[in-house]
């Protein structure tokens, strides 16, 4: 078989391609933790702004801001006080709007939070709820019981904080409901106000020109009797009356579904295209680690033969780190075990159902662990995130209570505070990371500025490869099952482009015969040197791989092949 020659799309993340995100390549950052321009100690938008040609330099198409709003910031803002304006210590609208302006000139999408399942305790509409009597239509705003028993088929989901999902309100009198902190009442969405009120914040946002939300904990909307209260039918006649309207009003913006969940269950968040536009894997990211540290691609294997198809305008979101625990709700108990003993050895990294740690230290700062990880990220199918730091192999402290190990102050020079604030060490909302071998004063952008081979510089060839190759955002993923179980094999073919990724998974140097009968006559041709390797002919295709290696490959016919560097040329011999 010939394959055609490879498509190279010039006209991709158009502005215009309402399929942008399925090209998109996501930064998430935290305002907080990025850049502190007025010196206060904490992060904000003018220093966001500032920095807006470094993540634009990195190559990725779109921002993931993490919660901005005014809060007590108990849960790092995901306790939303007021849903229509900014926490004063990162500025206010202005800088918002000057922030999102500068954003796109620079081509870059701007994806924020609508964190709707909860708001704080401290929102007026709480407030208000809680003073006013049993039964009227303020309470009804969120979920109230007198008894705490109610709805006990439900789990807890920080399991380290909280006992119950119920709390008692000394004022109201009554238990409220809450899938989080305590601190976090759940809203009622059996409340049609509600829906309409978090409709009107959805368009708030989005009239400001925001591209896309991630709807925050959306399993958990609608509790029922006799349910886990999750991902019910309810919840999601919810999600289509929220994506009719943002049909309705918008083009060409996102919804992200925060849904961790195993994939049958994630699914239906896509609907029939009247949900979310893309959905986080969840299940995948842990068995990225587990296949890596047990040099066996089984678990990667496994979780994408169990992930169902999804419609076509729709995306995975994959991630190797965020802002969160590295969660182990979605493997079995005995994955979990394995996880833990192998990533988590001190227990003080150990929280709730995950483990808090980056991805630089959980792979011992193994450079080739490190590259492999990411490029898996980068082709395996879905849109991937790329979380702050990681790019530099910035470490963690775990030290710090809850999930505020990993969100630690961006090291950018070695200088005061690692030039994320000119405050006074005390004053940061964080310490920063000092010691070795994670310390700013080695791991920072201006040092890696520095060095040709630094991490930093080689993810944004990385980032770079990935964008010129179409099907890895929207191809199909074909895994190849080779006898070495420790080497990954899968094609992803979009259009006339054929890319052939193979992953060495162990330590030691490997061996992997791949059946490309398929294929023959065809040349694969690496992404990163445009170098020709042998023809695929009648016999197993041999590749050898170091450790943690990795190939990108794209198969060309023999007439499309571009010739081989390095390889002398016959006729040249004959004149000389
Ligand atoms: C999911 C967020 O990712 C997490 O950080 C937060 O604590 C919970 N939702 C509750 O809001």
Redesign the pocket.
């Known amino acids: 078989m010939t394959v055609p020659i490879t498509t190279r799309n010039a006209n991709r993340n158009a502005p215009t391609d309402p399929l942008w995100y399925k090209d998109a390549i996501i930064y998430q950052v935290h305002v907080k933790a990025f850049r502190d321009a007025n010196g206060d100690g904490y992060g904000d938008f003018q220093g966001l702004t500032e920095k807006l040609d470094y993540i634009a330099n990195l190559g990725v198409t779109a921002l993931w801001l993490l919660p901005f709003y005014p809060s007590p910031l108990k ?2 803002g ?1 306790d939303i006080q007021l849903y229509e304006a900014i926490h004063p210590t990162y500025g206010n609208i202005e800088d918002f709007r000057e922030f999102l302006e500068a954003a796109h000139a620079r081509g870059l999408k701007v994806i924020t939070e609508l ?1 709707i399942n ?1 708001t704080s305790d401290q929102h007026p509409w709480f407030q208000r709820a809680r003073s006013a009597p049993k039964g009227s239509p303020e309470r009804d705003w969120y979920v109230w019981s007198d008894d705490p028993k109610k709805y006990s088929g439900t789990r807890i989901i920080f399991t380290d904080t909280e006992k119950s999902n119920w709390s008692w309100d000394p004022v109201a009198e009554q238990f409220y409901w809450h899938r ?1 902190f305590s601190h ?1 009442p759940d809203l009622n969405f059996d409340n049609p106000a509600v829906l309409e009120a978090v409709i009107n914040v959805m368009r708030f946002w989005l009239k400001m020109g925001v591209d896309g939300l991630r709807l ?2 959306i399993p958990y909307l609608i509790e029922r009797d006799g349910t886990n209260c999750e991902n019910l039918p309810e919840t999601h006649v919810v999600l289509k009356k929220m994506r009719a309207a943002l049909d309705a009003e918008f083009t060409n913006r996102l919804f992200l579904a ?1 849904a961790n969940q195993w994939p049958p269950d994630v699914i239906p968040y896509f609907g029939n295209s009247d949900e979310c536009h893309m959905a986080f894997h969840f299940p995948l990211m842990p068995r990225m680690y587990m296949a890596l540290r047990r040099e066996d691609r089984t678990p990667i294997v496994e979780i994408m033969q169990r992930t169902p198809p999804i419609p076509a305008d729709c995306q995975w979101a994959i991630f190797l780190r965020n ?2 625990e590295l969660t182990l709700e979605m493997v079995t108990d005995e994955e979990r075990d394995y996880m833990y003993n192998e990533y988590a050895t001190d227990p003080r990294m150990r929280i709730n159902v995950g483990i808090r740690r980056r991805l630089a230290p959980l792979l011992d700062k193994g450079r080739r662990q490190i590259e492999l990880m990411n490029a898996l990220l980068m082709s395996m199918p879905g849109t991937p995130i790329v979380y702050y730091g990681d790019e530099l192999g910035m470490g963690d402290n775990y030290y710090l209570g809850d ?1 505020n190990g990993v969100r630690t102050p961006m090291q950018w020079t070695d200088g005061k505070n690692a030039g994320f604030s000119e405050a006074d060490s005390a004053a940061l909302y964080s310490p920063v990371i000092v010691d070795p071998p994670y310390g700013f004063q080695g791991i920072n952008v201006a040092a890696q500025e520095r060095v040709k081979t630094s991490l930093l510089r080689w993810m944004r060839r990385l980032v770079g490869v990935r964008k010129e190759h179409r099907a890895f955002g929207r191809g199909t993923f074909e895994p190849i099952q080779a006898g070495n179980k420790r080497v990954l094999v899968f094609m992803r073919r979009f259009q006339g482009e054929t890319l052939l990724c193979v992953n060495n998974l162990s330590r030691y140097a490997q061996f992997v015969e791949l059946d490309l009968a398929e294929f023959h006559g065809c040349v694969p041709v690496d992404l990163w040197s445009n170098q020709p390797f042998p023809q695929i002919g009648e016999l197993p295709y041999l590749l050898t791989m170091g450790p943690h290696g990795f190939y990108w490959f794209r198969l060309v016919s023999a007439e499309e092949a571009p010739p081989a560097a390095g390889t002398p040329d016959p006729g040249a011999r004959k004149k000389s």
């Open positions: 849960d790092d995901y964190v909860h989080f976090q925050d904990a925060e802002h969160d999930r």
